[in-house]
Nanobody, 125 residues
Framework: QVQLVESGGGLVQAGASLRLSCAAS????????LGWFRRAPGKEREFVTA????????FYADSVKGRFTISKDYVKNTIYLQMNSLKPEDTAVYYC??????????????????WGQGTQVIISS
């Protein structure tokens, strides 16, 4: 089974950029659909983006489309979330997650059975 460890969170001002990393170990990232979710204070966990095992398909929440980009580095067995033009409403704990296949439910938590511990992102106005 894959294990996931996120990093790269921090405190930045609105308009800045951050890149989150999620290092996968145990099995290659190529074998899994990998996604990013976030949980803002007082809110439920919400979908951000996902990428299919081979990297051919990606899907983004409307709230981040055009600002965030998900990518995979198969050599490092790591996925990245490049976040540009950050807004205060992007403040949340960001989690990466792994699912065994790419399905029509990748924007929900249903297919994901492995989760990282999360990394905090705070955007100041």
């Amino acid at each position: 089974q894959v294990q996931l460890v996120e990093s790269g969170g921090g405190l930045v001002q609105a308009g800045a950029s951050l890149r989150l990393s999620c290092a996968a170990s145990g099995r290659t990232a190529r074998s899994y659909t990998l996604g990013w979710f976030r949980r803002a204070p007082g809110k439920e966990r919400e979908f951000v983006t996902a990428i299919s095992p081979g990297g051919a398909n990606t899907f983004y929440a409307d709230s981040v489309k055009g600002r965030f980009t998900i990518s995979k580095d198969y050599v490092k067995n790591t996925i990245y979330l490049q976040m540009n033009s950050l807004k205060p409403e992007d403040t949340a704990v960001y989690y990466c997650a792994a699912a065994q296949r790419w399905t029509s439910q990748v924007m929900t938590t249903i297919p994901y059975d492995v989760w990282g511990q999360g990394t905090q992102v705070i955007i100041s106005s």
